[in-house]
């Protein structure tokens, strides 16, 4: 029996298969709730959610202003302006929206590389979105996103290991796989 060869065929078939199922997984992360496990206060900083369509996917660093009632907070973005550009956007938002910001990772990214398949956050138009890397050129990594269809390359400064929170605790999804050839 002659030994299985791995062709360019296959290689691509099974790259996009795994694309597909990394994009089911994120669209599931993505399109659910946060779970309240939190009680935010005035001045607290943290991450916010859209739920818009065209932005799902997408987190934006805001301050709470204060609590509007039961499992609502008024909060004020840092980077999201009204429409008149004159001051920052202030809205209420719901607690399954809000989640604490996340952990620093500047020490664990400059010590790894990001790998073909890791979910990661990226930071572009004003907030980090939820995406997986999907392949790099040069020291661009290209950056598919499941939720608007986009695949995009960035340098790896505006990156970050997307993480989930939890039960209270900030849950690194696992790493996805390959290791690029960095040359």
């Known amino acids: 029996?002659?030994?299985?060869?791995?062709?360019?065929?296959?290689?691509?078939?099974?790259?996009?298969?795994?694309?597909?199922?990394?994009?089911?997984?994120?669209?599931?992360?993505?399109?659910?709730?946060?779970?309240?496990?939190?009680?935010f206060k005035k001045g607290d900083e943290v991450e916010v959610a859209s739920q818009e369509y065209g932005f799902i996917g997408?987190?934006?660093?805001?301050?709470?202003?204060?609590?509007?009632?039961?499992?609502?907070?008024?909060?004020?973005?840092?980077?999201?302006?009204?429409?008149?550009?004159?001051?920052?956007?202030?809205?209420?938002?719901?607690?399954?929206?809000?989640?604490?910001?996340?952990?620093?990772?500047h020490e664990i990214i400059s010590?790894?590389?990001?790998?073909?398949?890791?979910?990661?956050?990226?930071y572009a138009n004003d907030g980090w979105w939820f995406g997986f890397i999907s392949g790099k050129v040069g020291q661009e990594y290209y950056v598919y996103f499941p939720t608007t269809g986009d695949n995009i390359a960035y340098p790896s400064d505006v990156l970050r290991f997307h993480q989930e929170w939890s039960n209270g605790k900030w849950i690194f999804l696992p790493r996805q796989g390959r290791i690029f050839d960095l040359h």
């Open 111 to 122: 010590e790894n590389y990001f790998r073909l398949y890791d979910m990661v956050d990226v």
């Open 58 to 105: 997408s987190y934006y660093k805001a301050t709470i202003v204060s609590s509007t009632g039961l499992y609502h907070y008024r909060v004020n973005y840092n980077t999201l302006l009204t429409d008149d550009k004159s001051a920052p956007l202030e809205e209420v938002v719901t607690a399954a929206e809000v989640r604490p910001v996340p952990p620093d990772q």
């Open 1 to 39: 029996m002659a030994p299985i060869r791995v062709t360019e065929y296959n290689f691509e078939q099974r790259h996009q298969l795994r694309m597909v199922m990394i994009s089911k997984a994120i669209k599931s992360i993505a399109f659910k709730k946060q779970q309240i496990t939190k009680e």
